[in-house]
């Protein structure tokens, strides 16, 4: 889809669920891969051309690809191979409230609208490129495509906060499958987050104070939404728990103690 959409391909961050199987790569041995996703979340970047004609483009392009309006004008949707693919687009503007709708471009024309979340200028900050080979839309044949992906931190962020706010499983599980599944363990993900471009940012702080508060042991929200989503039994939900608890403290651990070495008012 990102290589039908011309040259806005390059200044869009993929956020959300599909996220973990591009930042993590190969699995440790025995892990369970990653669900996937049908939604397509993207980071929109608003520091772009004055031109309305940049934003009516990218819409022309996505209903040249058969994507339709969905519910909201910040989500387009189709039907792929008998899936419901819904794309979604989110910014971090001071114009509209957080969580109401901001059009770019408002009165020149176009419908596009990105949805306001707090933390999404941090993965225009920190984001890492991939090539990404696939099959484009409508047997249009295999091609390769660099696709820029929010980075850890700003991922943590992203997660943490769309569970504070939609408290949904699929989100407890995207952070913990990410931190659990992080090469060399969760100790190592806190030590790459602690040397993130964004590690200074005030809400990096509040944020891992939030993870604390959902995280901090078994028998909190986050680590039940996470083993609910996963368990296929009750004594494997129990081991779940603990599991995805000890796996976020050890990254707010180790985040916190060189972030707070390396930016000591960041905290």
């Not at 004609?53 to 004008?73: I, K, Q, V, W």
């Not at 770019?104 to 920190?126: R, T």
């Amino acid at each position: 889809m990102l290589g039908d959409i011309g040259p806005w391909s390059d200044r869009l961050i993929l956020a959300g669920g599909l996220v973990p199987r591009y930042l993590i790569g190969e699995l440790p041995e025995g892990a369970r891969p990653h669900v996937g996703s049908t939604d397509v979340d993207l980071i929109l970047a608003l520091a772009m051309p004055d031109s309305a004609e940049a934003y009516r483009t990218l819409e022309r392009n996505l209903r040249d690809s058969d994507f339709e309006p969905g519910d909201s004008s910040f989500q387009w949707r189709r039907e792929v191979e008998g899936l419901d693919v819904v794309v979604e687009f989110l910014c971090e503007t001071t114009e509209v409230e957080r969580g109401r709708i901001h059009r770019p471009k408002d009165g020149h024309g176009s419908k596009l609208g990105a949805l306001n979340v707090e933390g999404a200028e941090l993965a225009a900050q920190d984001f890492t490129t991939v090539q990404v080979e696939a099959e484009r839309l409508d047997d249009g044949g295999q091609s390769r495509i660099e696709v820029r992906v929010a980075n850890l931190l700003p991922y943590v962020v992203l997660k943490i906060q769309s569970f504070q706010d939609r408290h949904e499983r699929k989100d407890a599980y995207d952070l913990c499958f990410t931190i659990r599944n992080w090469p060399r363990g969760p100790a190592a993900a806190g030590k790459a987050a602690s040397s993130s471009p964004v590690a200074s940012d005030q809400l990096i702080g509040r944020s891992l104070e939030l993870l604390t508060e959902r995280f901090e042991s078994g028998e909190h929200d986050g680590p039940k939404a996470y083993a609910d989503f996963l368990a296929r039994s009750d004594d494997e939900r129990d081991q779940l728990q603990l599991e995805s608890a000890s796996s976020s403290m050890s990254l707010v651990e180790v985040a916190l103690e060189l972030i707070g070495h390396q930016c000591p008012n960041a905290l």
